[in-house]
C-alpha cells in the first residue's frame, strides 16, 4: 500500500493487486472516516483490510475489464455498499450495480463532493472520478498516452474524452490511473501537443504514447 496523496481533506492510497498489477485506490475522507475503493482488481483480503478502521460506503467501477473486478463479487458480499458503476460496462456485473453513474454527476463521500466524469473510449462505460484536484482515471489515461483501443473508431472517441473531459480542468490536477504511476494534467497535455503536432494513420488505435506515435 502506498499513500499517494494527502492533505487536508483527503487521502488516498493505491494498492497494486494481481497478475496485472491493476490499481485500486481508497479514497478516504479525513474529517469524517467515511471511504470509497475504486475498482477492485484482485486479492479481496488485501482490500479488505485497507477498509478496516474507515467506513466505506462505495465501491466505483471506472469500467468493467475483468483485470479490474476480480475482487468485485467478494467484496461485495462483504461490504454490503452500493456499487456504482456506467450503465454501458454493467454486462458481466451480477447483480448490476445499485448505482448507475452518468456524466456530471455528483456524490459525496462524507465532506468529499465526487464529479463524475464519462469518458467512452477504452471501454463505452469508461468513468473518471473528479474529487478537487485529483482524479481517479481507470484506464483513459496514463503517463505519456491514453488507454488501449481496439478500433480507430475508440481511438477517435478515447482522444474526445481526453481532450473535452480531462484537458479542461486545471493543470495541476493530479492523475491516478488504472495501472502504474501518477501523472500530472499540465504534462499530458503538453506531450499531448507534440502528438497532435505530427502526421498519423487514419486507423491509428491499439497501444499509443504521445511522444512516440
Ligand atoms: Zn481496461
Ligand atoms: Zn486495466
Known amino acids: ?9 483527503i487521502q488516498i492510497e493505491r494498492l497494486e493487486l494481481g497478475p496485472f498489477g491493476t490499481n485500486a485506490y481508497v479514497l478516504i475522507c479525513r474529517r469524517t472516516r467515511d471511504g470509497a475503493l475504486i475498482d477492485a482488481p484482485a486479492e479481496p483480503k488485501i482490500i479488505m483490510d ?5 467506513t466505506p460506503r462505495y ?12 475482487a468485485l463479487a467478494r467484496l461485495r458480499a462483504e461490504l454490503k455498499v452500493p456499487l456504482a458503476a456506467h450503465a454501458a460496462d454493467t454486462g458481466n456485473l451480477t447483480p448490476p450495480p445499485e448505482i448507475l453513474l452518468n ?15 464519462h469518458t467512452p473510449g477504452h471501454t463505452p462505460g469508461s468513468l473518471c472520478f473528479r474529487v478537487g484536484r485529483y482524479l481517479l482515471s481507470g484506464d483513459t489515461i496514463f503517463p505519456g498516452g491514453p ?24 493543470d495541476d490536477t493530479r492523475i491516478y490511473p488504472g495501472h502504474g ?15 497532435v503536432s505530427r502526421p498519423h494513420a487514419r486507423d491509428l488505435h491499439g497501444d499509443v504514447l504521445w511522444l512516440e506515435t
Open 1 to 9: 500500500m502506498t499513500i499517494v496523496a494527502e492533505d487536508d481533506a
Open 103 to 117: 456524466e456530471g454527476d455528483v456524490l459525496w463521500l462524507g465532506e468529499l463532493e465526487f464529479t463524475i466524469l
Open 50 to 54: 485497507r477498509l478496516k478502521n474507515i
Open 59 to 70: 465501491i466505483f467501477l471506472t469500467h468493467n475489464h475483468i483485470d479490474h473486478i476480480g
Open 181 to 195: 504511476d501518477s501523472t500530472v494534467l499540465r504534462k499530458e497535455k503538453d506531450e499531448f501537443a507534440v502528438f
Open 147 to 170: 488507454g488501449k483501443t481496439s478500433s480507430s473508431d475508440d481511438f477517435r472517441q478515447i482522444i474526445k474524452s481526453i481532450t473535452k473531459k480531462i484537458f479542461v480542468l486545471p
